[in-house]
């Protein structure tokens, strides 16, 4: 029997246990763990809330992108999903579930009804959450398609990805430095 | 008894208090003055058998006086007939509530309260429902604009005018094809 090759490097490590060593930068790191385990906070207001259920449900699962876990705990999550009409009684407790989220927080607003008002041109609905919260990312339909939305996180991702991560905590501290 | 036997005995009953009695495709209406309201319903519901209260429902005549009418919609468990009775209700007066007679009209009471301004005398819990206490407006008045109006109660709730790009979009009734009927921006005069 013969012995199998022996493992030479001329690195100063031993690749077998260092093979699985990545560099990159600590921002990209950071960022795709981000990315990859958005954590949502389902303000299901209205109908886009069902919507928000089936793509939560296993035929258009958002547990493939890491959002299965609806913490329905605005201290436990990453993203807001505003999912339906916000009206004018339930503008300003949207906006405390808001602030209850800790640092680094999205928000993506499901809808015609959340982005803009929708259909609802009246006295009682607020016209968009914009308005009080700032949106990542607007997602139309009426309702949007679980598709649409799965889309709209992927786009989330995509802007995560793209964000500088240890600047943006340390700004304080690079603004005064500077 | 049917509807029509009911109507019948209630004109008997109430006389000159009852103004007029409608009959439209099969639905009966009786409108009857303000003060003769509370016993014509507690005869509906004790003598007549309307165990339900479908719907209480408020109209706006701005311009008329009295300003505002009352409708109320009965029916027995059994939807075996069916009643509306209207009464008319000037800016005013306020009207005495059917709680007493139907639990169900508390909501529906409260929603006229709220959305028209119409009082209730005698009802338990005359609050608004769909705004919240301290909205200044009746919002759904002849004279309140559709986009509504700004206001602002410091963490309770505010509210703002709606972009309406020219106004409510609505349909021409009647128009003699689909692109006659389409919305189009309604001026108001």
Redesign the interface.
């Known amino acids: 029997m013969a012995s199998p090759d022996p493992i030479v490097s001329y690195a100063a490590y031993d690749s077998k246990i260092e093979g699985n060593v990545i560099f990159t930068r600590v921002d990209a790191a950071i960022n795709w763990m981000r990315k990859n385990s958005l954590w949502p906070m389902p303000m299901g207001l209205a109908c886009c809330a069902i919507e928000l259920m089936a793509t939560a449900s296993s035929r258009f699962d958002i547990s493939r992108f890491g959002a299965e876990v609806m913490r329905f705990s605005p201290r436990q999550s990453d993203v807001m999903i505003v999912a339906g009409t916000v009206t004018y009684k339930m503008a300003l407790a949207v906006k405390r579930v808001w602030d209850q989220m800790p640092e680094p927080k999205w928000c993506i607003a499901m809808g015609a009804c959340a982005s803009s008002g929708g259909m609802y041109r009246s006295y009682a609905v607020l016209q968009g959450i914009d308005r009080l919260i700032p949106v990542d990312v607007y997602i139309s339909g009426c309702p949007p398609r679980p598709e649409a939305l799965i889309e709209g996180l992927m786009k989330l991702q995509a802007k995560i990805e793209g964000e500088q991560s240890t600047a943006d905590q340390k700004r304080t501290f690079i603004d005064d430095v500077a | 008894m049917s509807a029509e036997a009911d109507v019948l005995l209630l004109r008997e009953t109430f006389g000159a208090k009852i103004l007029e009695t409608v009959l439209f495709r099969g639905e009966h209406t009786v409108q009857v003055e303000l003060s003769a309201l509370h016993d014509l319903l507690a005869k509906c519901k004790n003598d007549l058998g309307y165990d339900m209260i479908l719907d209480i429902s408020s109209l706006d005549h701005f311009g008329d006086d009295p300003r505002f009418e009352m409708v109320y919609e009965l029916a027995p468990v059994d939807d075996s007939k069916h009643l509306r009775v209207r009464a008319k209700v000037s800016e005013e007066e306020s009207v005495p509530s059917a709680v007493d007679i139907w639990k169900g009209a508390d909501w529906h009471e409260r929603e006229v309260w709220d959305m028209m301004g119409i009082p209730f005398t005698g009802h338990p819990n005359l609050k608004r429902i769909?705004?919240?206490e301290g909205y200044p407006?009746f919002?759904l008045r002849k004279d309140?604009?559709?986009?509504?109006?700004s206001t602002d109660m410091p963490?309770?709730?505010?509210?703002?005018v709606?972009?309406?790009?020219g106004g409510?979009f609505v349909t021409t009734a009647g128009g003699e094809d689909t692109v006659r009927r389409e919305p189009r921006a309604r001026v108001v005069e």
């Open positions: 769909l705004m919240w407006f919002p309140f604009p559709l986009a509504g109006r963490d309770v709730a505010f509210t703002g709606a972009p309406l790009e409510p």
